[in-house]
């Protein structure tokens, strides 16, 4: 891929994202650039990526084919604002393609800012892009064409699978893919727990438990087959693994999980008025 990409906002998944584009070799260190309010974010963007860190939204916006809106929610109304200011004192619409990464601002409110033509990608993605094994949901803007749909499925695709979604679906996919992660996180955490409870040592227990869910993924993607069906040829009569599910259930694992996924859905929906 030849375009230049660059990202308005140098946080962690602006930095996990241009990692696994790099990784996989879909672009140079050239062609990445960043830009942040914090100096340090943006230095620390440069240093992992080999980017160039520009000192300036305009500077950015000059320099890229791609512009990647990576920003906070609650910061970006400001950023879209600085970006209109550019774009009246331009001669035409900005002929770029736009990609949001931010949770729940719907594209009505890009394209007031960036024209009601823009071509606009919205994303929600999540941290395993970092290792090639992320999960991008997104949606277009009724301008963005099949070029650009194309484009966007190609590049996400290096970092994961890429997903098309209706934009009203995009908050829950914020709430189960996007936030999901840090609730495997807490189940390896509380596993690896248990097991040093039990007698492992703290390195055995976090190594066993992560390969388990890793493992475990992993056949639900390749067997394909529901993950109830899954849990059932474990769980023996009377053996051990139907002992530990019973605690999980009687301890409402399920419902806290859904509930989990439900709240963060409402409040993916909930930023868009911040």
């Not at 390195?203 to 529901?226: R, S």
Request: include cysteine; charge should be neutral.
């Amino acid at each position: 891929m030849q375009k230049k990409i660059g990202f308005i906002g140098t946080g962690q998944m602006a930095t996990s994202l241009a990692s696994g584009f790099l990784k996989n070799q879909t672009v140079r260190p050239e062609q990445l650039f960043g830009y942040d309010l914090l100096q340090e974010a943006s230095s620390r963007f440069a240093k992992i990526t080999s980017g160039k860190a520009v000192k300036t939204i305009d500077e950015l916006v000059q320099v890229s084919e791609v512009v990647v809106l990576s920003v906070k929610p609650q910061q970006m109304h400001e950023v879209l604002h600085v970006l209109a200011s550019i774009r009246s004192h331009s001669h035409n619409e900005f002929n770029r393609l736009w990609i949001s990464i931010a949770p729940g601002i719907p594209i009505t409110s890009y394209l007031k800012e960036l024209g009601t033509t823009a071509r606009l990608v919205r994303v929600m993605p999540n941290t395993p892009c970092n290792v090639g094994e992320g999960v991008c949901g997104f949606c277009v803007s009724e301008s963005a064409t099949e070029d650009d749909v194309a484009l966007a499925q190609n590049l996400l695709s290096t970092v994961g699978i890429a997903i098309r979604f209706p934009e009203r679906q995009l908050d829950a996919v914020a709430g189960l893919s996007g936030s999901g992660p840090a609730y495997v996180y807490m189940m390896i955490e509380a596993m690896a727990d248990g097991g040093v409870k039990m007698g492992l040592s703290r390195e055995l227990a976090l190594k066993l438990a992560a390969q388990t869910v890793f493992g475990a993924a992993k056949m639900v993607i390749q067997t394909g087959e529901h993950p109830a069906v899954l849990k059932d040829r474990v769980c023996s009569p009377r053996g051990t693994t139907i002992s530990g599910v019973a605690v999980l259930e009687k301890a409402g694992f399920r419902h806290a999980v859904i509930n989990a996924v439900e709240n963060a859905t409402l409040r993916s929906k909930e930023l868009a008025n911040e």
